[in-house]
């Protein structure tokens, strides 16, 4: 099974920061890759699907890049409200797997 | 509105058995796949079965296979996930959540707000 592999595992910035989470699987898998934020006790929100389309609604702060194996979550200037847990999917093919996620607070 | 409810979560002993349910509402539900993501307490996003928009293909995590069973009633408007052989390890918020895609190769743009399951003696 393919594995994915995010890092950093934390990080803290401070606002206005720029903001890279990175994403590798262990094969190929095109451009098969969403992101996800999770905040502080609610449910996971969709902002990328296709390793780089924005999900409606999202502000566009959020940009994603990568295909094959190598991916980035971008926050261009991070705020107070991006406080939370990001995850990586792979959708390339079942299984589905999540990466190992990572929280990103305010300095 | 897209609306997933989840319910059926609660408290169970190790070895028994559990069914949540998730009903949908807001969107045409034979549409779609619809999936089951879990979560442990602190821990991240666990993927635990699928299953397409006419119940025709059907997919699941490794640690779940033959003990957990997925299905839905497009009739209802609801997805199921039949849980037995319970552990300690199976204690999570379950999600439901819909998809895109196809084949297996889904993501996920609307999810419940989880039903808790605790497995304890």
């Known amino acids: 099974d393919i594995q994915m592999t995010q890092s950093p595992s934390s990080l803290s910035a401070s606002v206005g920061d720029r903001v890279t989470i990175t994403c590798r699987a262990s094969q190929g898998i095109s451009n098969n890759l969403a992101w996800y934020q999770q905040r502080p006790g609610k449910v996971p929100k969709l902002l990328i699907y296709a390793a780089s389309t924005l999900q409606s609604g999202v502000p566009s702060r959020f940009s994603g890049s990568g295909s094959g194996t190598d991916f980035t979550l971008t926050i261009s200037s991070l705020q107070p409200d991006d406080v939370g847990s990001y995850y990586c999917q792979k959708y390339d093919s079942a299984p589905i797997t999540f990466g190992g996620g990572t929280k990103v607070e305010i300095k | 509105e897209v609306q997933l409810v989840e319910s059926g979560g609660g408290l169970v002993k190790p070895g028994g058995s559990l069914r949540l349910s998730c009903a949908a509402s807001?969107?045409?539900?034979?549409?779609?796949?619809m999936t089951w993501v879990r979560q442990a307490p602190g821990k991240g996003l666990e993927w635990v079965s699928s299953?397409?928009?006419?119940?025709?293909?059907?997919y699941y995590a490794d640690s779940m296979k033959g003990r957990f069973t997925i299905s839905r009633d497009n009739a209802r408007n609801s997805l199921y996930l039949q849980m037995n052989s319970l552990s300690a390890e199976d204690t999570a918020v379950y999600y439901c959540?819909?998809?895109?895609?196809?084949?297996?190769?889904?993501?996920?743009?609307?999810w419940g707000l989880g039903a808790l399951v605790t497995v304890s003696s």
């Open positions: 807001g969107f045409t539900f034979s549409d779609h796949s």
């Open positions: 299953i397409s928009s006419g119940a025709y293909h059907i």
């Open positions: 959540a819909r998809g895109w895609g196809n084949s297996g190769s889904y993501y996920f743009d609307y």
